[in-house]
């Protein structure tokens, strides 16, 4: 039986989650790794010839020799085999080290490496610390992912638009190999671990104990918390990028990546991903000729919302008053004016326009967008911004992150379309019903298709909207109680729940932008309410927050500085 290189690496990941998972025996992942041996010594394909010139003298599986293993010798020419008395020799924290050395160095050979030297590595890995296996796995896969075999792409085009006026409207999208895809998920576990801890703090994609809800939350604290005060407004800008994975310049990419300490390796290996790409567009039942691609980091891999957001990382904003969030490509420009100055928001502006010019990124003038919340009662016409010699449309609201905000920042909108939506759901509930399905199943299907619909985003909005409105949501569950014939969860129990979750995670978070505004009192006992002049802030999420805990006896966990 023979088998190619590719097929060789899968067997062996799938093989670990599989063993892991089930037995977590290492012994078995020997015999694995001795399996893989036997079949790249038979296989017929040229790439094989004579890899295993060096004898090697095989681990003994756990039983054929009363448990006892015999040692593994370091391959000939390996710079990274090590024995396994030296593995047995280290702690816990040497092992580590030793591991991170190893991936850099396999990483730098990719596909020249010797496979016998490669399995020599997973034995002494798999001896070395058993909880590595997910290490040799990741290891393993960066070996091969320079390979042009993987790194084909077809590419094809889905509806940007509901109805299609152009080919703008359309949005291209990389299909990758499953293989790849695979592996771009091991690469990218790794890049989030290492580049964590330098992100812009107002990025919140793609980061431990962010979402969607935080960047909205973090946002709408920033306008409401400065329109507390008399005189002030806030011009918020939603920026739209054209094809902004695509136009990422690889070589770009790896100096910013080399300045956040991401290892030489990793940071080439990234740019020969991006490079010398081989892509076809099919539309419909056309399909194009295929062209080498050397620039940008196509929709649809895995890694691409990454590496856009690390790529954007040093675009930040320089003024206190004007604040940049990001939420991958979601860009959105907050400017808190007063007295009617808006020569800070202006300069940030500009900034981000040349930034981009600098580092390839093309704004798309006429989908930027921008809202204006403005509760002064005597105002006059603002000047509008001027984007790439393009003026800016001002509209009254825009879906940002999926939730509806409006120039007044009310919620009607956001809650009669949620309602619409989970009314034309029930009909499949009813229909559920009258097929005399259980009770349990019923509830299952209400709380993954409809109450997940009229909970989306609850903590951002479900305070602030007014008592009627909270009855027309309401009402809706009390209809699927009927139809259901049990009782479920209110919507206010829900947002209570999750609003306590979601400050319990923030507050275990130093390195969140909203830790610092749950302050403990110095009794410990309660949290430090936040100052508002306005039922609009009060309402918000954090005073919110902040008010449950203290009601529920929550506190702050302290952390070692």
Known sequence: MACNRHTMLVLLVWQYKHVTSRRGDRTALIDIVSFLEVQAK???????????DVPATHLTAKGSDGGRRSPHPRAKGSSFGTTVSDAESKNQTGAQDHHSTVMILICSAKVDTHWSHVLC??????????????????????????????NAENAFHVKSVVSICGLNDYRPVALTSVVMKSFERLVLSYLKTLAAPLLDPLQFAYRANRSVDDAINMA???ILQHLDYPGTYARILFVDFSSAFNTILPDHLQGKLSQMNVPDPICRWITDF??????HMRLGKKVSDSRTISTGSPQGCVLSPLLFSLYTNCCTSTHQSVKLIKFADDTTVIGLISDGDESAYRREVERLVS????NNLVLNAQKTVEIIVDFRKHTAPLPPIILTDTLITTVDSFRFLGTTITQDLKWEPTITSFIKKAQQRMYFLRQLKKFNLPTRTMMQFYTAIIESILTSSITVWYAGPTIRDKQRLQRVVRSAEKVIGCRLPSLQDLYTSRTLGCAARITADPSHPGHSLFDLLPSGRRLRSIRTRTSRHKNSFFPSAVGLMSNNHMTVPTTNT
Do not use: E, Y
Not at 42 to 52: M, Q, S
Not at 121 to 150: D, E, P, Q, W
């Open 121 to 150: 590595l997973i034995r002494n890995l798999i001896m070395r610390r058993f909880h590595f296996l997910k290490g040799m796995a990741s290891v393993l896969a960066v070996c091969v992912l320079g390979t042009s075999a993987t």
């Open 355 to 358: 930034w981009c010019s600098h």
């Open 220 to 222: 709408l604290h920033f």
């Open 42 to 52: 038979i296989a017929t394909d040229p790439v094989f010839g004579n890899l295993f």
């Open 274 to 279: 991006l490079t010398d790409r081989k892509q």
